[in-house]
């Protein structure tokens, strides 16, 4: 057992590294301008300047978080473009909670509704030994405010931040790309 753990821990170490790149040059953009420059060279003022305004270098000038690869040719690129698991699992959050609130609002307008409105009825209509019915409601069932437009406020709340957190990787790429 301790053979195969050692055996599968080496392949995804050796597959990890063989996905990474080797960055021999790095591709600095800043506006229009392109700089192309090497670790190991002195960099000029211009593209010293590219890697202290954009957040995806380190200081050396080598990427802080992942790049992509053209040849040896490397272009650093952002947190969030790196990282695309934990925008796509928030967001799928927001999304639950949203159907959770829609769930919550539905059903306490049904059951204010049934007990407002549908099982409304005179007192002088009723037989003389039925009651009027009745329909448990909670404190905060009670009052519409607190139970429909509340849960259903936080719904479209949650879905609104659901589509923007699942759509913010692309919107932060392409705003650090302009």
């Known amino acids: 057992m ?6 599968v821990l080496g392949f995804a170490l050796l597959s990890t590294a063989s996905a990474q790149c080797q960055c021999n040059r790095y591709l600095c953009r800043s506006g229009q301008n392109e700089y192309v420059y090497t670790l190991q060279q002195m960099p000029e003022q211009e593209i010293i300047e590219c890697i202290f305004a954009n957040k995806a270098y380190n200081p050396r000038g ?46 306490s307008s049904w059951k204010w509704a049934k007990g407002n409105v549908l099982y409304r009825v005179r007192p002088d209509e009723l037989p003389e030994l039925q009651e009027k019915p009745q329909v448990p409601l909670k404190v905060w069932e009670r009052r519409p405010s607190m139970a429909i437009f509340l849960p259903g406020a936080g719904c479209v709340l949650f879905f609104a931040l659901g589509v923007v957190v699942w759509f913010s990787p692309n919107i932060l790429t392409q705003e650090a790309a302009s």
Not at 2 to 7: F, G, I, P, S
Not at 83 to 89: D, G, R, T, W, Y
Request: glycine share 2%; aromatic share 6%.
């Open 62 to 107: 080598d990427c802080k978080y992942c790049s992509s690869c053209d040849g040896t040719l490397c272009t650093c690129q952002s947190s969030a473009s790196c990282e695309s698991f934990l925008p796509k699992a928030a967001a799928v959050v927001c999304l639950a909670l949203a159907l959770l609130l829609l769930v919550i609002a539905v059903r």
């Open 2 to 7: 301790k053979d195969v753990a050692t055996w």
